[in-house]
């Protein structure tokens, strides 16, 4: 009898997630093609009425993901719209929304110019644009250097690597750092006479410079 009230619970915070973020149940459209859609529900998912059946809680992180691709969502209205969810349960759907909106800030630098020792808010190098993103969107301040900032990552491998990861390049990664949207793609400040790119992370040329990524959120 409990386990079936916790599960119903766990529905029902599902449902006002849904509900308090402004989903519509058949789904968002995905912010481009190299967006990390692949990693929502299935609409059909979110339009089947609510029934005593379990849902797991990466689920309602990707609910809320989907949400930041849409809207601006505050990572803290998680906590009150999701009162049933334990400490780590918040922190893995607030990190979720965290990581969405760093790749839609992120994208939204692209064609901005390319300037030695700038951090924005029109012009950056390849640190000045992660160290900007981060402080938008997270509050938090990233040393102006791509060296710094891969001392300071939690190496990962590539099959781990999660938009809002860093990628890194060159020397053991600490001449150049960019943003990681997902789906093989970054975004960077690409170099002297250039702009704000999408690239692949092994293109042409990073492939044979790559040093590897690194994570400043939470898992």
């Known amino acids: ?8 619970n766990i529905v029902v915070v599902a449902a006002l997630l849904i509900s308090g973020l402004g989903i519509s149940p058949s789904g968002a459209t995905p912010i481009s093609n190299d967006s990390t859609s692949s990693a929502f529900p299935n609409p059909s998912q979110l339009s089947q009425p609510l029934m005593a059946t379990a849902i797991e809680v990466p689920t309602m992180a990707r609910v809320l993901a989907q949400g930041a691709a849409t809207s601006a969502v505050n990572p803290a209205r998680v906590s009150a719209l999701a009162p049933a969810l334990s400490p780590h349960q918040r922190l893995v759907t607030q990190v979720a929304v965290l990581r969405k909106r760093i790749a839609i800030l992120g994208r939204k630098q692209v064609g901005d110019t390319y300037r030695s020792g700038a951090s924005g808010p029109n012009a950056f190098d390849c640190s000045g644009l992660t160290r900007y993103v981060f402080k938008q969107v997270t509050g938090r301040d990233l040393p102006h250097s791509s060296g710094a900032q891969y001392k300071m990552a939690h190496k990962i491998s590539l099959k781990n690597a999660q938009p809002g ?3 890194f390049y060159l020397r053991g990664g600490a001449h150049h750092v960019g943003l990681y949207l997902g789906n093989g793609k970054m975004v960077h400040a690409t170099g002297h006479g250039s702009s704000v790119k999408i690239h692949s992370i092994f293109g042409p040329w990073y492939y044979r410079h790559f040093s590897g990524l690194g994570r400043v959120l939470p898992a």
């Open 165 to 167: 990861d860093l990628v």
């Open 1 to 8: 009898m409990h386990a079936h009230l916790k599960t119903l």
